[in-house]
């Protein structure tokens, strides 16, 4: 079974303050691994889809990375409205079969 | 990017009631769409695959005479929750995918809460 952890629940910056989220999966043959964020209230918006190990991909401030068992979201220089929550899935099987993380709340303080 | 608008955004009800929730694909025709529920501080669980002109697949645990799909067009998708209960109160998202993409298009949402 698909298993895709993320940490820290939640982290608290200050605007400026960089950081990075981790997703940790375990997966029996990846064939994709997206980013999402979400708004309270809101449904997940795309980000990032990772399909190897060592592939990078940027959007502003953020910065999303791939390795054989893990994936980072790096965020540089926050600001106030990258607040919202973060998730990380994967898909491994048919297209429909995608296993969520629980999420990364983040928080930036101005 | 393809758009998924999902409608009501909420809803209040009371118990024994049925609601019904709209998922639409519009600007991209979707031969498959995705119902997912979410409870606070949890992550989004896939509860059945909708499949244009045939039945749903529903997830291990979800009952398919409860929540009811119906995905009569490539556009329009319909989550039916039957005789709704407190414990039915959550977030449902509806998703899509555009052609054979793995990438998923989330609808906006709709929190139900069951009184």
């Known amino acids: 079974e698909d298993q895709v952890t993320q940490s820290p629940e939640a982290l608290r910056l200050q605007e400026g303050e960089s950081s990075s989220l981790n997703c940790s999966y375990t997966?029996?043959?990846?064939?994709?691994l997206f980013w999402y964020r979400q708004d309270p209230g809101k449904g997940p918006e795309f980000l990032f889809t990772l399909y190897s190990a060592g592939e990078e991909k940027e959007k502003e401030r953020l910065k999303a990375t791939l390795t054989k068992k893990e994936s980072f979201l790096h965020i540089t220089a926050p600001k106030p409205e990258d607040s919202a929550t973060y998730l990380c899935?994967?898909?491994?099987?048919?297209?429909?079969?995608?296993?969520f993380g629980i999420g990364t709340k983040l928080q930036v303080i101005p | 990017g393809a758009v998924v608008s999902q409608h009501p955004s909420w809803v209040i009800c009371k118990s024994g009631t049925s609601v019904k929730i709209e998922c639409r694909s519009l600007d991209f025709q979707a031969t498959t769409m995705f119902w997912y529920r979410q409870f606070p501080k949890q992550s989004l669980m896939l509860m059945a695959t909708s499949n244009e002109g045939s039945k749903a697949t529903y997830e291990q645990g979800v009952e398919k005479d409860k929540f009811l799909i119906n995905h009569a067009s490539l556009t329009l998708s319909t989550l039916t929750v039957t005789s709704a209960h407190p414990e039915d109160s959550s977030f449902y998202i509806c998703s899509a995918n555009r052609d054979q993409n793995e990438k998923l298009f989330f609808g906006s949402g709709t929190q139900l809460s069951v009184l």
């Open positions: 899935a994967v898909n491994s099987g048919g297209y429909q079969k995608v296993t």
């Open positions: 997966v029996s043959g990846l064939r994709g």
